[in-house]
């Protein structure tokens, strides 16, 4: 009898020191692509189970949900997205899902991008009808606005509140781990900006699958040229794709990128017409997978960078 009774006592007592299982349980939070998923992996820690709609490589543009994200979604506390039109599939799939996830748009505050008069003409180009017969939406804002660091705090500021909101009892952590990282992420700023002062501005100029970059180019100095607009599914016309030949061969730019999720070929085309060199792989919409040379945001901007040097020094 004294020992079941001890047994109650130690029962009791787990029951009133286990902390609420609610407290513990990670709060589960949907990314819609692989860079938001890992600014919410450094602000979260271990009290997020992040999962990653459109994975490394992916191209969200164009990406078709399946069964598996909306489950995942259905699921989900907390869902994270870029806004912007990024994301044109997301509302769909959040209906289907049924989700009751919170939703936090990541890029919410900081200053859009309008679409200059060319971007906008080649995004109409390439917006045709969705399956249920609506025109596509086209474009009014530039969504890339990651590709400038200083987004990017913003960015982490609005998963940190978000975090913070859904899961009280861990808002110190979230705010400490967010402050850390948006340092790591002023720091990098600093860089990118005292590695292009190096190069004549003259020389700054790249050629890159689509029009990812806007942000890059206006924060950090560097034009940009694309075949492709803001939408990465635009097929360019031939007449378009002439006159961007002769721009390249008259300007005399040697530095040419293919973006981790597009199709090459278009870009080695235009490398054989104009005798620009391929400068490798830049990440642009997404992240590489682990082991890879960009598996996190941070690590985007110290591929990135040394590379559009490199290339640059030879236009
Ligand atoms: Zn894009």
Request: hydrophobic share 40%; aromatic share 6%.
């Amino acid at each position: 009898m004294k020992n079941l009774a001890t047994r109650c006592l130690v029962l009791a007592l787990a029951l009133i020191i286990a902390p609420p299982t609610r407290a513990t349980e990670p709060v589960k939070v949907v990314a819609s692509f692989s860079i938001l998923g890992d600014m919410v992996r450094n602000v979260a820690g271990s009290n997020a189970d992040v999962t990653v709609l459109v994975g490394p490589d992916g191209d969200t543009h164009s990406f078709e949900p399946g069964p598996a994200h909306a489950s995942a979604l259905a699921d989900a506390d907390l869902l994270v997205l870029n806004g912007l039109g990024f994301e044109p599939w997301l509302i769909r799939l959040a209906a289907a899902s049924g989700t009751k996830a919170k939703y936090v748009t990541a890029s919410f505050g900081i200053s859009p991008r309008h679409l200059s008069a060319a971007e906008r003409r080649r995004d109409e180009d390439g917006h045709g009808h969705d399956e249920d017969g609506y025109p596509e939406a086209a474009q009014d804002f530039d969504p890339h606005a990651w590709q400038d660091l200083r987004n990017g705090v913003t960015y982490v500021q609005n998963i940190a509140g978000a975090l913070a909101e859904k899961d009280p009892d861990n808002a110190l952590v979230y705010r400490a781990n967010a402050e850390s990282y948006i340092l790591e992420l002023k720091k990098l700023d600093q860089w990118v900006r005292s590695e292009l002062a190096k190069l004549p501005k003259e020389k700054r100029k790249v050629i890159t699958t689509h029009d990812a970059f806007g942000y890059f180019g206006n924060a950090y100095g560097v034009e940009f040229i694309s075949p492709l607009g803001i939408g990465s599914m635009a097929e360019p016309s031939a007449q378009a794709l002439a006159r961007l030949v002769d721009q390249v061969r008259r300007e005399k730019i040697r530095a040419l990128f293919i973006e981790n999720m597009s199709d090459p070929r278009m870009m080695e085309t235009i490398a054989r017409e104009t005798g620009a060199e391929d400068g490798g792989t830049l990440y642009s919409d997404a992240l590489s997978p682990a082991g890879g040379p960009a598996p996190t945001y941070a690590a985007m901007f110290r591929h990135n960078v040394p590379a559009l040097i490199a290339a640059m020094h030879k236009n």
